[in-house]
């Protein structure tokens, strides 16, 4: 079956990791694993400027981190500075979680003392930025800072958002809305160097 | 990306997401979910994720029968801990499909299109698991079971030896090999290793 979404999420950049759980099983060979936007955003249930932060967040950090290597799943620590039950950082937590395998209690608790997910997403922490990776074999650590300001939210948006959800949309409304929802997403993919600061501590 | 062959010949579930819908996401919010997006979340393809993957669609299609089910519509109940064993593992499976978390993911909009609180552990139900519509209150049980489905005695034995690090490169890759031949006799033997009620 072909799904229908927004064209810009087929040129995205896409995320390949290695695997120890994967190669250990038998699933992928060499445990070469490759993520992209359209898989995170079908997760969240959405796409939007949150799940792109994350996104493009654990993109560039595992960069930082690794350089030319692959990134290894289950090697990374993820840190948020908020609780989890906070709307923001949940919903970036799943997504990073999603690319990385980090956890907080619900994921795979490993085989002698090998390939475990758990206790490797981290909430109330404390440190400027948005999220915080950290390559546990290395203790390499790296902050990511995500800041929207460059990119404006066109103010028809939120008129149309409030109508789509008091019911008070028609169809060509409802459909702008979505426009320029998505429009604002693929924009910040492609001003991603403007939005997003790496620091490495 | 190299994986088994049984992966692409597994079935998948389209539901409709009315989240993905509103923000401009999928056309009418479809959206399908294949074994192999589970896997690759899930780090790995085992007897526990294939179970939780099977369950969730044997589920979902009593509840819903020849409609498209509805991604975040449905509140699902464990009987387990979600700390113990695979409960979690089986868990983050079941959420990737309907959207349900406990008190993770997206709070929702003026009332709608919440994920948190559509996922109970430690429920009071004589099965695995309960999967319910939140639209009609209708539910069903279900419970897995695959120890029907024998696996090759080699496989402890080299599991052993992996674990150890004694294995060769040829005694890896047959584990592996008789591990995902396990899961695709599971996925061949639907029937026999799920109950939904």
Known sequence: MILNYPTFFKTRPTIKLQDPLQKFLGTFQDGVVEFNYLEITKNAGHSCPDVTGAYLMTLRALKALYKDKLPVRGEIEVSFNKDYTDDITSVMADATSHITGATLKLGFRGVEGKFSRIDKLKFNETFEGDIRFKRLDNQKTVIAQYDLDSIPIDPKQDILMSKVLNGEATLSEAIEFEVLWQQRVEKIFNHAADVIKIIEL | ?197
Not at chain 2, 148 to 161: R, T, W
Not at chain 2, 171 to 191: H, M, P, T, Y
């Open chain 2, 1 to 197: 990306m190299n994986y088994p062959k049984f992966f692409e010949t597994a079935p998948t579930i389209r539901l409709q997401d009315p989240l993905s819908d509103f923000l401009g996401t999928f056309e009418d919010g479809i959206v399908e979910f294949n074994y192999l997006d589970i896997v690759k979340s899930a780090g790995h393809s085992c007897p526990t994720v294939s179970g939780a993957y099977l369950c969730t669609i044997k589920a979902l299609k009593a509840l819903y029968q020849d409609e498209t089910p509805v991604r975040g519509d449905i509140y699902v109940r464990f009987k387990s801990d979600p700390l113990e064993g695979v409960a979690g593992v089986i868990a983050n499976v079941v959420t990737q499909i309907t959207g349900a978390t406990q008190d993770s993911g997206f709070k929702g909009l003026n009332g709608k299109f919440a994920r948190n609180n559509l996922m109970e552990f430690n429920a009071d139900i004589q099965t695995q698991m309960e999967f319910k519509r939140l639209d009609t209150g209708k539910s069903v049980t279900v419970n897995y079971d695959p120890s029907s489905i024998g696996g090759n005695p080699k496989m402890q034995e080299l599991m052993g030896k992996l674990m150890q690090g004694v294995a060769s490169s040829e005694e890896k890759k047959e584990f592996g090999e008789l591990w995902q031949s396990r899961v695709e006799a599971i996925f061949n033997n639907i029937d026999k290793v799920i109950t939904v009620s």
